[in-house]
């Protein structure tokens, strides 16, 4: 459970922005999203390979 602590006279708009910060970095609906469909293995294998190889090539143009 997320808890966000408000102090006294704290705008609700920044204690929301704070929650969606929350619940974003916990990778929930990452999650979800990735399990209303099944990915094979050897998909989920080469989309690791291209991330690699990418910034693999974006370390080399930064050098």
């Known amino acids: ?7 006294e006279g704290e705008n609700i708009e ?3 922005k704070k929650f969606k910060r ?3 970095k916990t ?3 990452k999650e979800l999203r990735a ?3 099944y990915t094979k293995q050897s998909i989920e294998r080469r989309e690791e390979i291209k991330k690699a190889i990418y910034i ?4 080399r143009v930064e050098e």
């Open 1 to 7: 459970m997320i808890i966000v602590p408000i102090k």
């Open 56 to 59: 693999e090539n974006l370390q």
């Open 35 to 37: 399990r209303q469909s």
């Open 27 to 29: 990778g929930i609906m």
């Open 22 to 24: 929350k619940f974003e």
């Open 14 to 16: 920044r204690a929301l």
